[in-house]
């Protein structure tokens, strides 16, 4: 049964291969008009895609990546507004701070531009009472994806369709930002390694409200070698796991998404520690009384701006031509074994943030006795 399963889905891979473009009705190329107005319209920012993601799992439950985004891209727009925060400014020139950004955003940005598309002919698609997923190809969606959402618009099996999600999408981006040469010298080469190896820049969280004691917590997962498609992938996967793998905890995720607006500052989840107004006076170099973990700060809280009040919106190219799907081959990723994460990132989390903070303070030191 299970072998079976993987010999037709191979099958219908090739076919989607070797499928010609369909000749679209007027009513057809008036539907993929109106899913790009809307794409564009929703793409503007991190602030409007991470919601754009959070109002569509409301209304589709069943589109279990929806969730799985919205969360990411929140993690996102906590990166991003990081880079203008409390600490990285002391760490890293306006130069290093723009790249990063830019590479953040290019990749948030291009990610919302082919998937949702694909989310939105999902709910034409339920609207009309067919499936219209042949309209994928006119959307410049890969390939790869058309028989996946035919097979989950029979058989209503979110798993699947998330893991063909998380593959797509890592694979759009690949050679579009992960390995463009714009990024490569600037992004993969320098500030990545200072932001992910040096200062931990690298979790993942997924913050809820506990039931009994009705404290914010958070779990997650760590990245580790981002350049490797495969184990973005396997990241990705890790985390569905640990987002869909227990009930009450997913239950209490989506009512804190629910109750709590995306702004991107770290203040979303953490106000006793994270202010988006900035407390700590001009030349002062802010200190943590206590553990981070213990959200009691005495002092000046760490500085963790909205969004809007960090960068502007970003006019983006349009996005590179062409398919990366190829070969059958990735189905492989469909069921390779992947780690299994625990989810306890809070200790961890908070450890890093102690660890900019003594970095920041060691620069400014350093700084001010040359």
Same mark, same amino acid.
């Given at each position: 049964?299970?072998?079976?399963?993987?010999?037709?889905?191979?099958?219908?891979?090739?076919?989607?291969?070797?499928?010609?473009?369909?000749?679209?009705?007027?009513?057809?190329?008036?539907?993929?008009?109106?899913?790009?107005?809307?794409?564009?319209?929703?793409?503007?920012?991190?602030?409007?895609?991470?919601?754009?993601?959070?109002?569509?799992?409301?209304?589709?439950?069943? &589109? =279990?990546? *929806? @969730?799985?985004?919205?969360?990411?891209?929140?993690?996102?727009?906590?990166?991003?507004?990081?880079?203008?925060?409390?600490?990285?400014?002391?760490?890293?020139?306006?130069?290093?701070?723009?790249?990063?950004? @830019?590479?953040?955003?290019?990749?948030?940005? @291009?990610?919302?531009?082919? *998937?949702?598309?694909?989310?939105?002919?999902?709910? *034409?698609?339920?609207?009309?009472?067919?499936?219209?997923? =042949?309209?994928?190809?006119?959307?410049?969606?890969?390939?790869?994806?058309?028989?996946?959402?035919?097979?989950?618009?029979?058989?209503? =099996?979110?798993?699947?369709?998330?893991?063909?999600?998380?593959? +797509?999408?890592?694979?759009?981006?690949?050679?579009?930002?992960?390995?463009?040469?714009?990024?490569?010298? %600037?992004?993969?080469?320098?500030?990545?390694?200072?932001?992910?190896?040096?200062?931990?820049?690298?979790?993942?969280?997924?913050?809820?409200?506990?039931?009994? /004691? /009705?404290?914010?917590?958070?779990?997650?997962?760590?990245?580790?070698?981002?350049?490797?498609?495969?184990?973005?992938?396997?990241?990705?996967?890790?985390?569905?796991?640990?987002?869909?793998? &227990?009930?009450?905890?997913?239950?209490?995720?989506?009512?804190?998404?629910?109750?709590?607006?995306? %702004?991107?500052?770290?203040?979303?989840?953490?106000? /006793?520690?994270?202010?988006?107004? +900035?407390?700590?006076?001009?030349?002062?170099?802010?200190?943590?009384?206590?553990?981070?973990?213990?959200?009691?700060?005495?002092?000046?809280?760490?500085?963790?701006?909205? @969004?809007?009040? *960090?960068?502007?919106?970003?006019?983006?190219?349009?996005?590179?031509?062409?398919?990366?799907?190829?070969?059958?081959?990735?189905? =492989?990723?469909?069921?390779?074994?992947?780690?299994?994460?625990?989810?306890?990132?809070?200790?961890?989390?908070?450890?890093?943030?102690?660890?900019?903070?003594?970095?920041?303070?060691?620069?400014? %030191?350093?700084?001010?006795?040359?």
């Amino acid at each position: 049964m299970f072998s079976s399963k993987w010999r037709y889905l191979k099958k219908e891979l090739k076919a989607s291969l070797k499928a010609e473009t369909e000749d679209l009705s007027n009513d057809e190329r008036m539907l993929v008009y109106e899913i790009r107005r809307l794409t564009q319209q929703e793409n503007r920012n991190n602030i409007t895609r991470t919601m754009a993601y959070l109002n569509y799992f409301e209304k589709h439950p069943e &589109v =279990h990546w *929806a @969730l799985l985004a919205h969360l990411v891209s929140r993690n996102a727009g906590w990166n991003m507004t990081d880079l203008k925060g409390e600490y990285f400014p002391k760490l890293l020139t306006e130069k290093e701070a723009e790249d990063f950004f @830019l590479f953040l955003e290019r990749g948030n940005w @291009l990610i919302f531009q082919d *998937a949702f598309p694909q989310l939105l002919l999902y709910d *034409a698609s339920l609207k009309s009472g067919r499936s219209l997923f =042949h309209l994928l190809d006119e959307l410049n969606v890969s390939r790869f994806m058309r028989p996946f959402w035919e097979r989950f618009w029979k058989n209503g =099996h979110s798993e699947e369709l998330t893991k063909a999600l998380i593959i +797509n999408e890592q694979h759009y981006i690949e050679e579009r930002v992960v390995k463009n040469p714009a990024y490569m010298e %600037t992004m993969m080469d320098k500030v990545m390694f200072k932001l992910q190896d040096v200062l931990a820049m690298n979790h993942i969280l997924f913050p809820y409200v506990t039931s009994i /004691q /009705q404290k914010t917590k958070i779990v997650g997962g760590t990245v580790h070698h981002f350049s490797a498609v495969d184990e973005r992938i396997y990241l990705g996967r890790s985390l569905y796991e640990l987002l869909y793998g &227990v009930r009450s905890r997913l239950n209490q995720i989506i009512n804190w998404c629910s109750s709590h607006a995306h %702004t991107g500052s770290r203040k979303d989840f953490w106000p /006793q520690l994270f202010n988006n107004v +900035n407390e700590t006076r001009p030349g002062q170099i802010h200190e943590m009384a206590v553990n981070p973990c213990s959200r009691q700060q005495k002092g000046p809280k760490i500085y963790s701006p909205r @969004l809007e009040n *960090a960068w502007e919106d970003w006019p983006h190219r349009d996005a590179e031509e062409g398919d990366w799907f190829s070969n059958v081959h990735v189905l =492989h990723l469909m069921k390779a074994g992947m780690k299994e994460f625990r989810g306890d990132i809070e200790p961890i989390y908070c450890r890093t943030l102690e660890e900019i903070e003594l970095a920041s303070q060691a620069k400014n %030191t350093l700084f001010h006795n040359k």
